[in-house]
Nanobody
Framework: EVQLVESGGGLAQAGGSLRLSCAAPGITFDAYAIAWFRQAPGKERERVACMSSRYGHTFYADAVKGRFTIASDNAKNTVYLQMNSLKPEDTAVYYC????????????????????WGKGTQVTVSS
């Protein structure tokens, strides 16, 4: 069973930065697609970013492109989401997800195909 543990959430001001971490012990990143999702109150869950180390491929939602960066530290089995220029609309619970995936870049993996999820970390951005 894949265990994912998010951390790094909290309160930030608009224009500020936060870095989320997703500890993923036991995952071989080359064999997995790793993604960050978020869900705001009353809204549907949306994929923010994903990465496929095997293909050197990353994907970003339009809403965060140019502001967020997904990256991994293989030695620490950790995936990060660096969030800069935060906006109040970034307020949400952020989830890390992983799925064994070697077919192609992560953008082709459907959201509901991610089978492993963390419990989430709250990010609140004040205006």
């Amino acid at each position: 069973e894949v265990q994912l543990v998010e951390s790094g959430g909290g309160l930030a001001q608009a224009g500020g930065s936060l870095r989320l971490s997703c500890a993923a012990p036991g995952i071989t990143f080359d064999a997995y697609a790793i993604a960050w999702f978020r869900q705001a109150p009353g809204k549907e869950r949306e994929r923010v970013a994903c990465m496929s180390s095997r293909y050197g491929h990353t994907f970003y939602a339009d809403a965060v492109k140019g502001r967020f960066t997904i990256a991994s530290d293989n030695a620490k089995n950790t995936v990060y989401l660096q969030m800069n220029s935060l906006k109040p609309e970034d307020t949400a619970v952020y989830y890390c997800a992983a799925q064994n995936w070697v077919v192609s870049g992560c953008a082709l993996l459907l959201d509901n195909e991610y089978g492993n999820w963390g419990k989430g970390t709250q990010v609140t951005v004040s205006s």
